[in-house]
Structure formats: C-alpha cells, structure tokens
C-alpha cells in the first residue's frame, strides 16, 4: 500500500488541473474497491460501476467529475449525464456529521458510518432531512443501476469536509448485507485524505468559450467552471438553492436554470419575501379565498398557483417567517398546499422550486430563526452565485451589455461604448452592491455622457463620466482607499485638461489629509497616527502644519476659489 500511495502522490504532484487529480483519485478508490470485490463472497456477482468527485467548499457545489470503471477519462458534469452524478444530500450531511465514510444500501434504504459504534438504521436516520429517502433520490440511485453506495469525505487541512468521493456498484446478492466497503475502509480514507488537498486547491481545465444568451450575457471565468454543474442541476426536479450577495444576479441564474430545464414552456414566477410583510407570506405564496382576512375581498391564487407547470423562484429565504416556514415544508415535502380560507382540501403543486438566499441559513438555524427540517429540504442542490469582485474579469463585459442595453432603450438605431479608460475605472472599483450597483453607476454615467452628446449617432462614456458617476455614491471613505484615490487623480486631471494645473499642486492632497486628522483627531492624536509623533517632541508640528495648508490653500486659488478651509486650526495654534 505504501508503494501505491507513493505512486499516487507523484501523479498528483505532476497534475496541472483538478479534472487530471479527479481521475487518479477516482482511478485509484476504484481500483480498491474493485480488489475487495475479487476476494469477497461477491466475486463475480458484483460490478463496480463509477466513482463520482463531489467538490462542495463552503457547502457549495464547484465540481462534479466522474469517472466509469475501466474508462481512462473523467468527465465533467454534463446535463444528459446529471443523473448519473448527483448524489444523496442525506450521505452527504451524513459524511459532514460523523466526518468518515457511509455505506448506503439502496433497496433498503439504509445509510451506516463507518465509524465504529456509529450505527445509523435506515430509516431513522433518512427521516432527518430525508433527501436521499426522497424518490428522486432513490430513482437517481436505481435508474442507473446502483445498489450499493459508499461516500468518502474530503477533508481540507485541519479536517473541515469540502466534498466527497461516492462510489457505485451493483450486487443484488448483498442487499441487506454487508457489502465490500467496510473491509478497506482504512485505505480508502488514506486516500481520500491524500488525494483531498490537491483536489481542493488544483484550478480547473480552462474551458471553451462559453455561449452567452439574454438569460445570462455575460460569462467570465469563474463562472464558466460553475455552468457545467447548473446546467446537471436545471435538468433535476429537486429544489436548487441559490446562495450569494445582494444583487449578484441570482435571480437572473435562475431564470437561466428554468430555460434549461424540462418545464421551460411553464411559466418563471418570483416571491421576493423582503417586500412582502410577514403577515402576508403565507398568503403570497398560497392564495386566499374571499373573507379569508380582513381587505380579502375577492378570491387571489398565490405564487405557487401561478407556478404551475414551471418554476418558482423564491429569494430571500431567511425573511420567512417561522410559520409561513412549516407551510412551505409541507409544501415541499407533500406537495400540497391549501389556500388561506379553503375550506375544500388540498391543491396540487405541479412545481419546481429554487430557492435564493444573501443568508448563513445554518447559522439562522442555529439561532432558531430558521427550522432546520426546512434548511434540509431547501439545500438539496445548493450553488454559491460568486459576488462580482469575484468575478473582476466580468466587470467590463457587463458594463458594455449595460450601457448598450440603457441606449438602444432610448435610442434603437444608435450605439454606445465606453472608453479603455472608463472600464479600466470600473474594473478597479470595489462592488460591494455587486451588478444592481454596477447597473446604477453605468446608468449613471450614461446620462451625463448624453448631457453633452451632440446629437450624434455615437454615445461615449469617458472616464471623466464615470468617475462623476462614482463620487456620487456617497463620501470617500465608504469606499476602499484606493478607489477613492483613483476618482481623486481623475477629477485631477479633468481640472488640469480645463484650467492646466501644475503637478506640484497635487501636494494638496498631504494638506488636505493632516488638516482633515487634526479636526477630527485633535493636533496630538492626529500628529501620531499620521506618523509625525516627532514633530510634536521637537515642537515643528506647527509649521508643518501650515506648509501643508498653504499648499491646500495655493489649489484652491488655482481653481479660483476664495478662502482657506482649514484657516481656523491655524489660528488656534498662534
């Protein structure tokens, strides 16, 4: 075994890709499983069939490769395939929870540790979250032949589980018995750990353009390494749970989801919970009957009558209350629901729910904000949605479909660009409020840019226009410094193309950065954080002071502006 994992751990030193550290990892866990097969009582009855990488950083799908016994090359997620990928979100809660490998007997529906002394009966344990229990799960399982399953944990430095290795194989002789897992489980887990740190840190195989459409124009790197996995997710009827920052797009990602999935001629509804109350949530998603409450003066279907036959998007989960939570539960576990007032039974959802989310929702449900029986049915299908300073190469892209989409709005025949200044502005800039804010600047700029457009069939955004845009979001320092100091050196510049400032003007800035510290500091306090401690002891301080003012003084003339704003701390020190 030694000289195996020897072997191994040379391979993946030499591996450039995760795709390359996938495959030895699954080559080599087969290989095991499959020597265990050949000397079991199963020999010849038993098929090893395919190993499966899951890579979930975060609790968040990134990578999903598999590889079929005997085959040379693993294969990305691809959406025909998705089925023959996707796993049990009850095994992988069970991997995250005891942090060592389960066996799952299929027929049975039995999930076992194999820690020992850490039994779980079937189920028991399925009933906790039950995902796997879920007939989705259990068809995924059966359809491709699949009777017996053992998930191994991937385990980063310092043992926090970031994904799984899940191996199938076909034996209906040991349902109901012990299969071959347990027997090598100590050599499978020193692979795993071996294997783990590679697969976790190893980028992905650069991929092929990707084909951008209007439900998303717009793909960057990082995102392109997430569509093969979306594209298996939108295919599946189970809930897919959208995670990430406030405007990065996730309702237009799932939008995309639905126009790639079986019900795309249904129809796409959106609940967004923060504009609705709380004491409105259950009827916004189920409907109400006439008098069913006070202003109830007519009959209203909800959002998941209005789903029907296509997908529901619901954002902002955490904002559900706890007991429009136990209706949404039901919902998703029995697929039935019952309008406010309706008296008559239950309705039938004929529905695909994804569900979006800017929330830690495990820590909501360890701070009883949110049930954890729901948590487990919403994050079947989990995927981050990364923020756009994530996504820094995407910046330009989108800035061009913006302000394109903002012109042809008003102007059909037109055009509209920005300048390599201008997106070289916008890429430097921190997005804390992600695309909705990116929009904002953009729509913006556009319109000072068609301030003074001349009626010309072109509209150029300069950089002049953005940086105007961007000193409107509010004062410097809620910006990062160095954002705040490029819209500074630009708004520079703009003044020196119109009035020809000389560079040492530019000293201001110290002028303006010490008179600004001793107002707000206090001289003392100011002096030593800026560093200047020195000047205190040797009594300079108040020179330097009015040097630097002076110079803030001599900018102020150059733009023909009267006055000193920091004539009064010169004045307290005579």
Known sequence: MHESLSGLVTALREAKHFEEAAALALRRTMDVAQEAVTSSRYAGRARLLRGVVHLRPGDAYRRLVSL??????????????GAALLTSATAWRSVVRYRRAVSIDVNLGSLEPHAEGAQVEGDAALAEGGAFSSHESRQR????????????????????VEGMISLEADCPAAVGREFVWRERDEELRLITDVVAPYLLALPARPVDATE???FLPVVGASMAGLLPILRVFAQQEETLLVSGATGAGKSRLARWCHERSPRRAGPFEVLDLVTVPEELQMAELFGWRKGAF???????????????GGTLFIDEIDKLSL??????????EERGY?????????????????????????????????????????????IRMPSLDERRDEIPLWARYMVDRRHRERVPSGSARLTPGAELLLSGVSWPGNLRQLDNIVRRAYTLAMVGHGGSGEVVLEEQHVAQALSYEGPPGTRPLPE?????????????QRRSLDLDLADAFRGFVLGTAVRQLGRDEAFRVLGRESL?????????????VEKVDALLKALGEEGSPFAELLASEE
């Open 484 to 496: 705040a100091l490029k819209v500074a050196a630009l708004a520079f510049v703009q003044e020196a």
């Open 536 to 548: 205190l002891r040797n009594r300079n301080h108040h020179k330097a002071l009015r040097r630097e």
């Open 212 to 214: 951008v459409d209007e």
């Open 68 to 81: 079929e016994h005997g085959a040379e090359q693993a294969r990305l997620a691809v959406p025909e395939e």
């Open 294 to 308: 006070t202003g109830a003066t007519r009959d209203a279907v909800g959002s998941v009558a209005r789903a029907e």
């Open 338 to 382: 019952r309008p406010l007032g309706e008296t008559t039974g239950e309705k039938r959802a004929d529905v695909r729910f994804i569900i979006g989310t800017n929330a830690d929702l495990l820590g909501a449900v360890r701070a009883g904000r949110f049930r954890e029986d729901l948590y487990y049915r919403v994050n079947v299908l989990p």
């Open 323 to 332: 007991k429009a939570q136990a209706g949404l539960l039901h919902l998703l």
């Open 141 to 160: 399982f059966l359809g491709r032949q699949a009777s017996h399953v053992c998930v191994l944990p991937l385990r980063a430095p310092g043992g926090e």
